[in-house]
């Protein structure tokens, strides 16, 4: 019965092409990943909004909070910092999500067309509205 048992195990070990499959399904999975088109159309009307610098179209998305905390010296600081790189062009990729304290937090990076270094962006969303939005 013990030899039996064995012979299955050995018969059932995954074999290195399989484990090459499934480690090459998992990237292609998260390159395939994709936020939904409300997310992307938020995040794409706020980071156009700190190009310009207009607090109503930035906070357009948010809770009450975000509305009642962000500040148009708060924007102007950000974008003061990438403002004009984001002008000069970049490229967001969808990273994925992750559920923290009853939001689901977008994240994206932003490779920015300069070639300097790239910033991630987390959005915290609860009930379709934004409560926050930071780059790092």
Known sequence: MRSHARCLLRSVRPSP????GI?????????????????ETILNNMLS????GSLEEFSAAGDASFKATMTK???NGVSAQVG?????GYT?????????????????????????????????????????????
């Not at 092409?17 to 090459?20: E, N």
């Not at 004009?84 to 000069?88: A, V, W």
């Not at 991630?120 to 509205?129: F, N, S």
């Open 49 to 52: 909004a700190m190009q310009t």
């Open 84 to 88: 004009s790189r984001l002008k000069e």
């Open 92 to 136: 967001s990729t969808f990273l994925g999500t992750v559920k923290q304290q009853g939001y689901v937090i977008y994240l994206w990076r932003l490779e920015f067309k300069d070639g300097k270094d790239d910033r991630l962006v987390t959005m915290p969303v609860k009930d379709g509205k934004v409560g926050g939005f930071f780059l790092r």
């Open 23 to 39: 480690v090459l399904a998992l990237i292609v999975q998260s390159a395939l990943a994709e936020a939904p088109a409300a997310m």
């Open 73 to 75: 010296e708060l924007l």
């Open 17 to 20: 092409r399989w484990w090459l």
